[in-house]
């Protein structure tokens, strides 16, 4: 009878390794995928700022939201009137 109680400590010493192995792998497992999980999302996030920051430059470079073109202002003197301007008459004092 006394190895009856060996074989029962020694199957549950099997027993509680498998299981630490069992979760030491889950953990391992969880810790990757978390990983994985973490990049993706980062990439994805990046993605999506990316195209909503190039969106944005063309819509307002080129699109509707484009400022209307100001007129320009020359620097060139303006063209002078081609008939003179006609003289004010004397005003003669009348007494």
């Given at each position: 009878m006394a190895t009856g109680g060996k074989d029962r400590q020694s199957r549950?010493?099997?027993?509680?390794?498998?299981?630490?192995q069992a979760r030491q792998e889950l953990h391992r497992l969880q810790g990757r995928r978390?990983?994985?999980?973490?990049?993706l999302g980062l990439t994805i996030g990046l993605a999506v700022i990316a195209a909503a920051v190039g969106l944005q430059t063309v819509y307002f470079v080129?699109?509707?939201?484009?400022p209307a073109?100001?007129?320009?202002?020359?620097?060139?003197?303006?063209?002078?009137?081609?008939?003179?301007?006609?003289?004010?008459?004397?005003?003669?004092?009348?007494?």
């Open positions: 549950e010493q099997r027993e509680r390794a498998r299981a630490y978390r990983v994985r999980d973490n990049v080129g699109g509707p939201g484009a073109p100001a007129p320009s202002v020359s620097d060139s003197p303006s063209p002078a009137p081609s008939t003179p301007l006609p003289s004010e008459p004397a005003v003669s004092p009348t007494s």
